[in-house]
């Protein structure tokens, strides 16, 4: 029991030397609880301390506080309000705790490790065994902040898509399987260690890919327009390496026919509409471009170098895909989706063809969260 004035005690730890109080006998001890229990002192006049080490390097260490009065006319316990004012320190009670509820492993942040030290003095004087202790670093998300006052200050939620949190992750499309790789990989060391979204989101590639079905999706579409002499069927696969799974049939021509491709593709001024035909650029008049069908088999369209690019039909849908840039900062992407994309599910995760995966959030607006490509 130590009734000494704080800023006196800490004087005495940093120089290394007991107090008055330190050599006290067990009686004299147990009459200043007893007085302390009844509340005859107040709170910061008298503590009781674990006698640890007065020469250890760390002064925190030395003799540190077991338990302390608290004010609790002032400062009411939440649950218990003012009934005690006796309270146990956070290492005290965790000891105590650690030792009743036969605990073997305490897994604690490299931060905190200095609180193993302390507790280590409770398990000896009591003659128990302590829990062996692992100590961890932090994990830091490259280019992203995981910091609290960050999220505040930008006043984002903690599962924003923009955020490197466990719930911003989840909400952004990153699969459980991926981040529990990622920290295996990393490891349970002392050390922080620094990981990079561009590594989680590879993993995360190689979960989703053979889950998520194609779908074409026209960024920056433009109207195409081609003559079809006969009449095709385009069978899209619903996934390239599930044949299994089906495809969904676009059915066009014969005659002039109306589609959309992307801008930039549209540039190319050659290239092969996926599971369709062979086109070359021949004109354009304004944003129309007219394109003349030039062969219908892959062979054809490899042997001229020709991209295969994907498109949508006319009777396409609007759709918008936003992507995270930055904390806080989202870009929006406006295009069309081809109509077979109505049978998806909020939720649903999808790959659309030469873009990346994406993350359906609204069936409304056909609204989709880029997660990554
Ligand atoms: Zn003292």
Known sequence: ????????????????????????????????????????????????????????????????????????ERNPHPLVGAKYHVWPTYNFAVSI?????????????????????????????????????IHFGRLKVEGGSLSKSKLKALKLRYDDITMPTLAGLRSRGIQPEAIWELILSVGIKPSDATVSLANLFSINRKILDPKADRYMFVPEPVKLVINLPKRIVAKIPVHPSFPERGHREYELGPGEVSLYISRKDAELGSFRLMELANVVVRRKEGDVYYGEVVGYTIDEAREAKMPIIQWTPDNSREAVVIRPVAAGKKAVERGLIEPGAETLREGDIVQFLRYGFVKLASRDTMEFIYIHE
């Open 1 to 72: 029991m130590d009734t000494c004035k704080t800023e006196e005690w800490r004087k005495l730890r940093n120089a290394g030397k007991a107090c008055p109080h330190r050599g006290q006998s067990v009686e004299e001890n147990l009459e200043l609880w007893d007085k302390m229990l009844r509340g005859d002192f107040r709170e910061g006049e008298s503590v009781l301390r674990v006698k640890t080490d007065l020469t250890h390097p760390d002064p925190s260490v030395r003799d540190w506080v077991a338990f302390r009065i608290i004010d609790v």
């Open 97 to 133: 705790d650690d030792h009743l509820m036969g605990v073997t492993h305490v897994l604690r942040a490299q931060e905190h490790s200095v609180n193993t030290v302390k507790q280590s003095f409770v398990f000896k004087h009591f003659g128990w065994t302590q829990p062996v202790t």
